[in-house]
C-alpha cells in the first residue's frame, strides 16, 4: 500500500500564541530549522477572526513542513512598529531568521494553501500537493496494471488528506468499477463534496459507470459480429456489437462501429450513436488516442 509520507504533529507543536518576549525564540530561532508562518491579529479584528482558523487548517495540512505563530499586535506594537505592519490580518513567513514571504488581508482557502505550498518549496522541502499528485499517480499506474486493490489504498489514503481531490475521488470510484463492485463505485460517487461533483474526473467515473453495467448485458461478441456481417443495415445489431467490443477491451472498434453508425443515421434511437461515443470519451483520459481521433471523426461527421 502506498501511503502519503510524514504524519502530523500535534497542535502544540505545529500551532502557538507567542508574545513580543517569546518572539526571538518562537519565530526567529526556530524559523532557522523549519519556516514560520506568523499570523499578526487582534482579538477586535472580524477578517483576522476569518483567516486564522483557514490558516490553521493549511498549516496542519502541510503535516509538519510549516509553523504556526500568532501574535496579537495589540501587546506586541514594538514588533508590529518594527516590521512596518499598517493593518490586520497581516502573515508574514520566517525562514532562516528572515521573513520571506507574505500577504495582508483575508485570502480564499485555495490562496492560502498555494501560500503555505510556496513557502514549504522555498525552504527546499515538498509541498503537500506534490507528494499529492505523486501517489495519484501512483495510484493510477496501479490500477492501469490491474492491482485495483492497491490502487484503491492509495486513492483512500489521498482522501483522507484531501476530501475534495477530484482525481482521487474518480480514481477510487474506477478501482470499484475494475473490482466489479458498481454499486460501491455509484455509492461513492454519489458521496463526492458537491463543489467537485461536476468535476472531469467524476464525469469519467460516471461515464465507466455507465459502460460496466451495459457491457454486463453485452451479447456474445461472435454473434453480433455475424449479425451486422449478414445485415450491415441493422443498427440495433451494429449498436449492441459496439457495446460488446467494448466490454472486450476493444474501444477503437467499438467507436470505429458507432462512428459508422452515426454515419448511416445519426438520429437513429434519438441520437443514440453520439450520445454512446460522448460516453465513451469522457471515460476515456483526454489525451487518449482513441478519444481524439473519435472526437475529430465525429466533428467532421456532424459539420460536413
Known amino acids: ?19 513580543e518576549a517569546a518572539f526571538m525564540a518562537d519565530v526567529i530561532e ?6 514560520v508562518i506568523v499570523d499578526f491579529w487582534a482579538p477586535w479584528c472580524e477578517p483576522c477572526k476569518q483567516l486564522g ?9 502541510a503535516k509538519g513542513a510549516v509553523r504556526m505563530v500568532k501574535l496579537n499586535v495589540d501587546e506586541a506594537q514594538m514588533i508590529a512598529g518594527q516590521l512596518q505592519i499598517q493593518s490586520i490580518p497581516t502573515v ?25 505550498d510556496r513557502v514549504v518549496k522555498m525552504a ?7 507528494q499529492i499528485a ?27 488528506q484531501d476530501q475534495a481531490n477530484a482525481a482521487a475521488y474518480g480514481g477510487l470510484v474506477r478501482t470499484h468499477v475494475a473490482l466489479g463492485d458498481l454499486e460501491q463505485a455509484e455509492a461513492i460517487l454519489n458521496g463526492a463534496p458537491a463543489e467537485i461533483s461536476s468535476s472531469a474526473e467524476l464525469e469519467a467515473a460516471h461515464a465507466q459507470i455507465e459502460l460496466a453495467r451495459q457491457a454486463a448485458d453485452a451479447g456474445p461478441l461472435g454473434d453480433l459480429l455475424a449479425a451486422v456481417e449478414a445485415e450491415p443495415g441493422n443498427l440495433q445489431a451494429r449498436f449492441d456489437l459496439a457495446t460488446a467490443l467494448h466490454a472486450a477491451g476493444r474501444v477503437d472498434e467499438a467507436v470505429d462501429q458507432l462512428l459508422d453508425l452515426f454515419r448511416r443515421d445519426r438520429e437513429w ?8 461515443l460522448f460516453t465513451i470519451f469522457e471515460a476515456l483520459k483526454p489525451n487518449d488516442p482513441v478519444a481524439l481521433n473519435g472526437r475529430r471523426r465525429l466533428s467532421s461527421m456532424i459539420f460536413a
Do not use: C, H, W, Y
Open 1 to 19: 500500500m502506498i501511503e502519503l509520507q510524514g504524519t502530523a504533529a500535534g497542535d502544540a507543536e505545529l500551532i502557538k500564541d507567542t508574545t
Open 30 to 35: 526556530a524559523s532557522r530549522e523549519q519556516p
Open 53 to 61: 482558523p483557514m490558516l490553521e487548517d493549511a498549516v496542519r495540512a
Open 92 to 116: 508574514f513567513a520566517f525562514f532562516q531568521g528572515q521573513p520571506v514571504d507574505g500577504f495582508q488581508g483575508a485570502l480564499p482557502g485555495s490562496e492560502i494553501k498555494a501560500f503555505i
Open 124 to 130: 527546499g522541502g515538498e509541498a503537500p500537493g506534490d
Open 134 to 160: 505523486q501517489v495519484i499517480e501512483q495510484a493510477e499506474t496501479l490500477l492501469a496494471d490491474g492491482a485495483a486493490v492497491e490502487a484503491a489504498q492509495a486513492f483512500a489514503a489521498v482522501l483522507a
Open 269 to 276: 434511437n434519438d441520437g443514440a450513436a453520439k450520445t454512446q
